[in-house]
């Protein structure tokens, strides 16, 4: 039962009710999951987020955390890392034996996956009582929070057996309630101030246009991209005018190596509507400036060719006849 003593490990469940924590940029997480293949095959995989940046890896062999910035211990001390990195590969072998000892009581099945969530966070500045999640199979199973386990809705009877042997142990989950109310706020509060420089950075987008794959006959399918703003909250939108287009598709906000984000809005409209429409972006870093590109209408290849080519040759022409003079 040591696996009670995770340390700074917050998890992302993905049908729990921790999404908007995980998007919370004063909260701090670990996101851990465990696959059981069979019983004697497990792997593991952990990472550590503060808000939707990722602060810590994992080594899942050595059981040693890989700090991804240099700012990710916060103002904890080498000493107070290492005992939190010898806990967290200790829970990492300890908790998979709880579901393979209770294998048939809880109604099991291979392969499984298990996903934990502990978070903690802030609320108006100021340290709030995290909570801990575990989910198998993808679907909530227990919580942790105010001193005890409780099963999920979703959980079923897997649900109630779990809680009722977790809540056994008292002591254990005393310690837990410790962590999430005092050690794990510390280290997030430390992590904000070392990595202010950082999480306060406002990066500039770049954005332009182009046409998608043609949705249909007579229809244009007009693409804004915006690449390489931080931070990821973005307001993009395609407008006629100050109207805003309700058909306007809004992917995923997906992630560039050095930290920034990547988003792309589309529209279907009809090629003969296509005129005047613009596309609007908004963000912290343009200083309440919205980027404005407006769509206009691609030129035929003889424009181009009368725009580029003609004035080269005119040049060519030029240049020979002044040659020929020198």
């Not at 005092?182 to 987008?205: E, I, M, N, S, Y």
Request: glycine residues 8%; proline residues 6%.
């Amino acid at each position: 039962m040591f696996f009670l003593q995770l340390v700074l490990l917050v998890v992302l469940l993905p049908d729990g009710d921790s999404e908007d924590d995980f998007q919370d940029p004063n909260s701090f997480r670990v996101i851990m999951i465990s696959s059981l293949y069979n019983h004697s095959w497990t792997q593991n995989l952990a990472s550590a987020w503060l808000g939707e940046l990722q602060t810590i890896g994992w080594n899942s062999k050595t059981g040693a955390l890989i700090f991804l910035w240099p700012w990710s211990k916060g103002n904890f001390s080498k000493e107070e890392m290492m005992e939190q990195e010898k806990a967290l590969h200790t829970f990492s072998i300890k908790f998979p034996l709880i579901f393979k000892d209770h294998f048939s009581e809880w109604q099991l099945e291979y392969p499984l996956q298990l996903q934990m969530a502990k978070v903690c966070g802030l609320q108006f500045g100021e340290p709030s009582v995290g909570y801990l999640q575990i989910a198998y199979q993808g679907s909530d199973l227990v919580s942790f929070q105010n001193m005890s386990w409780s099963p999920s809705p979703k959980g079923g009877i897997q649900a109630q057996k779990v809680c009722k042997l977790f809540n056994q142990y008292h002591m254990i989950n005393l310690r837990l309630h410790r962590h999430l109310s005092d050690t794990c706020p510390r280290f997030l509060l430390g992590l904000l101030d070392a990595g202010k420089a950082d999480l306060q950075r406002q990066v500039r987008p770049e954005a332009w246009l182009s046409t998608g794959p043609s949705p249909g006959p007579g229809h244009l399918l007009l693409v804004c991209h915006v690449s390489g703003f931080y931070p990821k909250p973005v307001w993009v939108m395609w407008m006629r005018g100050e109207q805003e287009q309700q058909g306007t598709q809004r992917g995923d906000i997906l992630p560039h190596a050095d930290g920034t984000w990547y988003l792309q809005v589309s529209l279907d409209v009809k090629s003969r509507e296509a005129a005047g429409l613009s596309c609007w972006v908004r963000h912290s870093s343009l200083g309440g400036q919205d980027i404005v590109l407006y769509w206009e209408k691609p030129h035929s290849v003889g424009l181009v060719f009368l725009a580029v080519i003609v004035p080269l040759v005119l040049l060519a022409g030029l240049a020979l006849w002044l040659w020929k003079r020198w």
